[in-house]
């Protein structure tokens, strides 16, 4: 993963519960950082949402088809 500011590799700095951030939930926060400016990233990576299914719309692409046909 590359720095958002200068495309530098960022450096690893760990990974930490989200409970150790105070968040709600199940989770793990990495953060990294950059090493040539002096940019910090944290990654919020929540687990346990596998389990619920993302409901893909598709109403917008038959909308369209109906509006073609009409
Ligand atoms: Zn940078």
């Not at 590359?2 to 951030?21: A, K, P, T, V």
């Not at 105070?22 to 990495?30: A, K, M, N, P, R």
């Not at 598709?58 to 109906?66: A, I, S």
Request: with cysteine; glycine share 8%.
């Amino acid at each position: 993963m590359n720095c958002w500011h200068c495309r530098e590799e960022l450096i690893w700095g760990g990974d930490h519960d989200f409970e150790d951030h105070g968040l709600d939930g199940e989770g793990i926060v990495s953060n990294l950082s950059c090493s040539r400016c002096s940019a910090f990233v944290l990654v919020y990576y929540p687990i346990g949402e596998e389990n619920e299914q993302d409901n893909i719309r598709q109403d917008t692409e038959m909308d369209k088809e109906v509006r073609k046909n009409a």
